[in-house]
């Protein structure tokens, strides 16, 4: 089985801060990071995807990977009321029978205004 | 462009009750998924089709079938259907199976009760 931890929250932050969330995952083969936001009663949204070792940016997004730790986190600069909603983290690993994706219960992020 | 589009988007079934979930994508992806979504167990994999005329079990098959109708078409069948199965099902589809940049794009669930 492979897992995909993150923190449930609820993570409140107030509007304008960083709000960082993490997620760690079990699985040392694989190969591609996903961070998803899910409005309440809403399907998954795809935020960022992130394959290498690093930061990547997009606007006010940055997602962090650490194959080495097994860790890969997001962070929201200037925090918005609109941010606020469940944040899941994905993974993707390659099987011979295809591509898998294993989520996480996800984090609940409330911006106060 | 719709994306992925899943019939009906509410339903509610007596136990025993068989019916069939409808998932179709115009993107002309390859693979397609089902999950279940429960509150504090994230998504959960039933099933999925890497490709056309393929279908394999996921983390929770059991009480499901599915079939892959086409490049376009992933429908997902409860034949007895049971209160546990009470959940909000999710279909995705994602643009080439295989390989390391594979991304999912959802569909907008279908929220389904068993009484």
């Known amino acids: 089985q492979k897992e995909v931890e993150q923190n449930s929250g609820p993570l409140s932050v107030p509007e304008g801060a960083i709000a960082s969330l993490n997620c760690t995952y079990s699985?040392?083969?694989?190969?591609?990071f996903f961070w998803y936001r899910q409005y309440s009663g809403k399907s998954p949204e795809l935020i960022m995807s992130?394959?290498?070792?690093g930061d990547k940016e997009d606007g006010r997004f940055t997602a962090q990977l650490n194959k080495a730790s097994q860790y890969v986190s997001l962070l929201i600069r200037d925090s918005q009321p609109s941010d606020s909603a469940t944040y899941l983290c994905?993974?993707?690993?390659?099987?011979?029978?295809?591509?898998?994706?294993?989520f996480g219960t996800g984090t609940s992020l409330t911006v106060i205004p | 462009n719709a994306g992925v589009t899943q019939t009906p988007k509410f339903q509610v079934l007596k136990t025993g009750q068989s019916m069939t979930l409808q998932c179709a994508q115009d993107?002309?992806?390859?693979?397609m998924y089902w999950y279940r979504q429960d509150p504090g167990m994230g998504l959960r994999l039933i099933y999925y089709?890497?490709?056309?005329?393929?279908?394999d079990k996921g983390e929770v098959p059991n009480g499901y079938n599915v079939s892959r109708l086409n490049k376009r078409e992933f429908s997902l069948r409860l034949e007895s259907a049971a209160p546990s199965q009470t959940s909000v099902y999710f279909c995705?589809?994602?643009?080439?199976?295989?390989?390391?940049?594979?991304?999912?794009?959802f569909g907008p669930g279908t929220r389904l009760t068993v009484l």
């Open positions: 995705a589809s994602s643009d080439h199976a295989g390989s390391s940049t594979d991304t999912q794009y």
């Open positions: 994905a993974v993707n690993s390659d099987s011979n029978t295809g591509n898998q994706f294993y």
């Open positions: 992130i394959y290498s070792n």
């Open positions: 089709s890497a490709s056309e005329g393929t279908t």
């Open positions: 699985d040392r083969v694989s190969q591609s």
């Open positions: 993107m002309n992806h390859n693979s």
